[in-house]
T-cell receptor, first 109, second 114 residues
Framework: DAKTTQPNSMESNEEEPVHLPCNHSTISGTDYIHWYRQLPSQGPEYVIHGLTSNVNNRMASLAIAEDRKSSTLILHRATLRDAAVYYCILDYSNYQLIWGAGTKLIIKP | DAGITQSPRYKITETGRQVTLMCHQTWSHSYMFWYRQDLGHGLRLIYYSAAADITDKGEVPDGYVVSRSKTENFPLTLESATRSQTSVYFC?????????????FGDGTRLSIL
């Protein structure tokens, strides 16, 4: 099964951009890259997803490496409400998302 | 408000008891999912359903039973609860499976088995 590797935690200052990395060296050509986040005591929340090209939405941007072996979630201007665990997930088959432990993002005021 | 609701939010029961967790969505999404999340870990898929009367096993199905008689409901039953099933359970739905479509999650059920 394709897996992802993320740092356990990251810190950033409020109102600054945040770059959350994800490695997925065993990704196959049809695997989508999904990002979700989970705030304390809540269910996960969809952030963004992509296949090959960089993607933007109102929440974030997703930069995908040309070889697709890594990707970066970009929060353009972090707020305290962005403090959460961020999961990078590969969507490979049978509708199963394989979740890792994610990156705990800490935002300092 | 439209959305996905889980009940109960909290449940304490004893080993050997049967317990059912409820999940209801108002989007008419075809796909629904049950996950469990153990402390400090990511989610693991228990079962999923592509449509009414169609269900399939996920990564960790043992000890669980699901049914889907109506599109909007997807209950999860622990037929004989064990302590190892203490966890937070999340239900999710999506319009067209996980490929290319986001999953929308409920707020979870915290289940403790004594």
């Amino acid at each position: 099964d394709a897996k992802t590797t993320q740092p356990n935690s990251m810190e950033s200052n409020e109102e600054e951009p945040v770059h959350l990395p994800c490695n997925h060296s065993t990704i196959s050509g049809t695997d989508y890259i999904h990002w979700y986040r989970q705030l304390p005591s809540q269910g996960p929340e969809y952030v963004i997803h992509g296949l090959t090209s960089n993607v933007n939405n109102r929440m974030a941007s997703l930069a995908i490496a040309e070889d697709r072996k890594s990707s970066t979630l970009i929060l353009h201007r972090a707020t305290l409400r962005d403090a959460a665990v961020y999961y990078c997930i590969l969507d490979y088959s049978n509708y199963q998302l394989i979740w890792g432990a994610g990156t705990k993002l800490i935002i300092k005021p | 408000d439209a959305g996905i609701t889980q009940s109960p939010r909290y449940k304490i029961t004893e080993t050997g008891r049967q317990v059912t967790l409820m999940c209801h969505q108002t989007w008419s999404h075809s796909y629904m999912f049950w996950y469990r999340q153990d402390l400090g870990h990511g989610l693991r898929l228990i079962y999923y359903s592509a449509a009414a009367d169609i269900t399939d096993k996920g990564e960790v199905p043992d000890g669980y039973v699901v049914s889907r008689s109506k599109t909007e409901n997807f209950p999860l039953t622990l037929e004989s609860a064990t302590r190892s099933q203490t966890s937070v359970y999340f239900c999710a739905s999506s319009g067209q499976g996980a490929l290319n479509q986001p999953q929308h999650f409920g707020d979870g059920t915290r289940l403790s088995i004594l």
